[in-house]
């Protein structure tokens, strides 16, 4: 996998720092973080708040600063660039974040919103750049009409397919999409995963889909890595770490998840009534 | 048995800026003495306003319309004056939100919310309260609870919120719980733990739940009925064993298509 990897993350540390006027504090969100993705291949990164699973993927795309490790991306160290090779690579990497309604401008109409990647890296303008964004929202399933529409005209689907629009304009090779879906309505969220995963293998783009719904997961990566505390505790093919984890907390994790049929035996109310009345057999042992 | 609670052709309306938005539609269902029922939904599908229009705590813009009749414990909650629904809120029925950090007073020790409980709902004794405090919090799991009482909200973590929130709403053994939301905000992990909680302080006093949620994962893990909410509208009413196997309205059916759904191997025995 090594030779084939687009991205390569290794002994990754990020460390947040504040400093009040007070006290300074510095919390260690990322440690010791290393994964590959290789071309094609989409890798999530799992595991509950506050495990660095954000800010890892933050620190890989310059985002935010990172206290040790190296990024590589198809062969060239991401963390020593320049300012204006580092401008040309971002176009190569984009993000969707969770927040539809934060992460996009309000008093930009569409149109001008999903144009910017164009505007900033050149590819293009005027009627040309019109009629990518036009051809960009047909592609996330919206109405090339709504290029003059504001993001509060659209509902938290829509917004999200634009903030999906936006990051394809440049076409980029990688992507990454932290919470992508997990801010909508669950019948929105299965036409986005669908839309996410069409629009994967018709680009054949390279993901890191971070999430903390495991389901949406399954769905969704090939490969995940599961993060406890900083740490990455257990990684894999998806089918392997899901269907026999090794690590202690990946089995908590996993068991954690909601049933999907209330006749399962896993369900908290069958095992409440069993508590509640204890097995004959047990009484009469007493 | 006769219902706890009943809620008649429920219409809730909201002020609008441009127009008036009917938030609730001519909702009608029932929930029986220690039921725990799922009211289903995706935003703006009417279930928030429907609890809220239950406990009477819907705003300033909202107005239950006429005709809608919400009865409880055998009263017509609609017709009850401000006072008299004092007295019902919190010893009769009791909420817990989504936003245990929002609804929580982030000024006063956790102890002491859970204790002015029993203390507007004619516990005079002081001392007695603080023991009922104590006692209820070492009940939902706080360690330490005695030290912990003296906690103020942002020093516990997100679980420990909600599970203070449980402390309060069941204090007093009411005979329904309305809980919008309640573990939404929380890591896997932790709904788990709270939710299993929520079942054991039910079964332990009799308490009917009204469980408002989006997660159709919750209502298998906790229900046994559903009520599902589109657009103000009550669409489906069943068991929750009849709405996962035997679904007969199509909306119902696209959220249990929806659904993510974990894929695990079968256990072992």
Do not use: W
């Amino acid at each position: 996998m090594t030779g084939s990897a687009l991205v390569a993350v290794r002994g990754l540390r990020v460390v947040h720092r504040s400093a009040g006027l007070f006290a300074r504090s510095a919390v260690t969100a990322v440690e010791d973080v290393s994964f590959e993705i290789a071309r094609g291949e989409t890798l999530a990164l799992v595991g509950e708040s506050g495990c660095g699973k954000t800010s890892a993927a933050r620190a890989l795309l310059r985002l935010i600063p990172c206290d040790a490790g190296s990024v590589t991306f198809d062969g060239t160290d991401v963390l020593a660039l320049a300012p204006e090779p580092m401008r040309r690579l971002r176009k190569r990497m984009q993000v969707v974040f969770q927040d539809p309604y934060s992460s996009l401008n309000p008093r930009h109409r569409v149109g001008t919103i999903v144009a910017e990647g164009l505007v900033v890296h050149r590819l293009a303008s005027g009627a040309a750049a019109q009629a990518r964004v036009a051809s960009l929202l047909k592609e996330v399933g919206l109405d090339p009409a709504d290029t003059a529409k504001y993001p509060h005209e659209l509902s938290g689907g829509q917004r999200q397919r634009v903030a999906i629009a936006r990051a394809l304009a440049v076409d980029p090779e990688f992507i990454v999409l932290d919470e992508a879906v997990s801010a909508l309505d669950v019948t929105t969220q299965a036409q986005v995963l669908a839309l996410l995963e069409h629009l994967r293998d018709a680009r054949r783009l390279t993901c890191l889909f971070i999430a903390h719904n495991l389901a949406v997961v399954q769905r969704i990566a090939t490969q995940v890595a599961v993060m406890q505390r900083g740490r990455i505790v257990e990684a894999g093919p998806i089918a392997q770490v899901f269907d026999s984890p090794r690590h202690e907390y990946t089995r908590t994790l996993l068991d954690a998840v909601p049933v999907s049929d209330p006749r399962d035996p896993r369900a908290l109310r069958g095992q409440q009534a069993e508590r509640a009345q204890p097995a004959v057999g047990v009484a009469n042992r007493q | 048995m006769t219902a706890l609670l009943e809620v008649e052709n429920l219409r809730v309306t909201y002020a609008g800026a441009q127009r008036d938005v009917a938030a609730v539609a001519g909702v009608s269902f029932a929930v029986a003495p220690g039921e725990v029922v799922a009211l289903v939904g995706e935003s703006g599908s009417g279930k928030t306003a429907t609890a809220l229009a239950i406990i009477g705590l819907l705003g300033e813009s909202a107005r239950i319309e006429p005709g809608s009749a919400i009865r409880f414990e055998g009263r017509d909650l609609l017709r009850l004056g401000e006072p008299e629904f004092r007295d019902l809120r919190g010893r009769r029925i009791a909420m817990v939100f989504q936003d245990a950090g929002a609804a929580l007073n982030p000024v006063m020790r956790v102890g002491e919310q859970v204790a002015e409980a029993a203390l507007v709902h004619g516990e005079r004794d002081k001392a007695r309260a603080r023991a009922m405090a104590v006692a209820m919090l070492d009940r939902v799991g706080l360690p330490d609870a005695a030290r912990q009482a003296r906690a103020y909200p942002h020093e516990l973590s997100g679980g420990m919120k909600q599970r203070v929130m449980l402390a309060i709403a069941l204090l007093l053994k009411p005979s329904l719980v309305i809980a919008d939301e309640p573990t939404s905000a929380l890591d896997v992990t932790v709904q788990r733990q709270v939710l299993s909680l929520l079942l054991e302080l039910q079964r332990e006093s009799g308490t009917a739940v009204l469980m408002i949620t989006h997660d159709l994962g919750v209502v298998a893990e906790t229900c046994s009925r559903a009520l599902v909410m589109r657009r103000g509208e009550l669409v489906e009413s069943a068991t929750v064993d009849d709405l996962f196997h035997a679904p007969r309205h199509a909306y119902t059916r696209e959220l249990l298509a929806a659904m993510p759904r974990l894929a695990r191997p079968v256990p072992p025995g």
